[in-house]
T-cell receptor, first 113, second 112 residues
C-alpha cells in the first residue's frame, strides 16, 4: 500500500540554524501539506501546496517557513533561523484532490536547542 | 480559529467491548469529517470519513455517526482490541478547503 514517507525521523538543531524537512508524498497525489504537532497539543495546519504553488497557509506559516517541490517526488519544508518554539513533530500529508482524505507520513521530530 | 473539541480526553475499555469516542465541532459550515488514529511516535492514520450529506458510515469494525443538528460526531469501534489503543482525532474540513482542523484527541486504552 502506498504511503507518505519522511526524512529524517528526528532532527536536532541549534537555535538560529536552518533545517530542511523532507517528504515523499504518495505518487499519484496532487496536493501536499505540512502540519505540525507540538507535544501534547493538536495537529495544526501549516500549508498546502498544489500545482507548484502554495494554495493555502495558516498564521503559523510566516516568512520563516518555505516549501518547495524540487523534483517530481520530493516535497520539502524549510525553516530558517529556527526558534525554540519550533520544536514539534512535523507531518507531511498528501491527497488526490482538495477536500478529500489526506494521508499522513510518520513525521519528523524537530528539536531546537 | 475553528474549534473542534473532544468530550473526553481518556477512555479505557475492556478488550472485546465496544468503544465510543465523541467529538463536537463548532462550525456549521464544516461538511467533511475524518477520524484519525495516532499511535505513539507515528503519524495520524486515516480510519474513516463522512460527508455532511450522510449521517452514518460503516467500515470494518468502525462506524462514524454524524449529527449535524447538534454538531456532533462519534466513532464507534466494535469488539475493541489491544491494537486499537491509540489517540483518536476527529478532523473537519470546510467547503473542500485544503486544511483540516483537528481536535485535541481522545486517548483510548484497551485493557486485556
Amino acid at each position: 500500500e502506498p504511503e507518505v514517507t519522511q526524512t529524517p525521523s528526528h532532527q536536532v538543531t541549534q537555535m538560529g540554524q536552518e533545517v530542511i524537512l523532507r517528504c515523499v508524498p504518495i505518487s499519484n497525489h496532487l496536493y501536499f501539506y505540512w502540519y505540525r504537532q507540538i507535544l501534547g497539543q493538536k495537529v495544526e495546519f501549516l500549508v498546502s501546496f498544489y500545482n507548484n504553488e502554495i494554495s493555502e497557509k495558516s498564521e503559523i506559516f510566516d516568512d520563516q517557513f518555505s516549501v518547495e517541490r524540487p523534483d517530481g517526488s520530493n516535497f520539502t519544508l524549510k525553516i530558517r533561523s529556527t526558534k525554540l518554539e519550533d520544536s514539534a513533530m512535523y507531518f507531511c500529508a498528501s491527497s488526490e484532490a482538495g477536500g478529500v482524505a489526506q494521508y499522513f507520513g510518520p513525521g519528523t521530530r524537530l528539536t531546537v536547542l | 480559529g475553528e474549534s473542534v473539541g473532544l468530550h473526553l480526553p481518556t477512555l479505557s475499555v475492556q478488550e472485546g467491548d465496544n468503544s465510543i469516542i465523541n467529538c463536537a465541532y463548532s462550525n456549521s459550515a464544516s461538511d467533511y469529517f475524518i477520524w484519525y488514529k495516532q499511535e505513539s511516535g507515528k503519524g495520524p492514520q486515516f480510519i474513516i470519513d463522512i460527508r455532511s450529506n450522510m449521517d452514518k458510515r460503516q467500515g470494518q469494525r468502525v462506524t462514524v455517526l454524524l449529527n449535524k443538528t447538534v454538531k456532533h460526531l462519534s466513532l464507534q469501534i466494535a469488539a475493541t482490541q489491544p491494537g486499537d489503543s491509540a489517540v483518536y482525532f476527529c478532523a473537519e474540513n470546510i467547503n473542500t478547503g485544503n486544511q483540516f482542523y483537528f481536535g485535541t484527541g481522545t486517548s483510548l486504552t484497551v485493557i486485556p
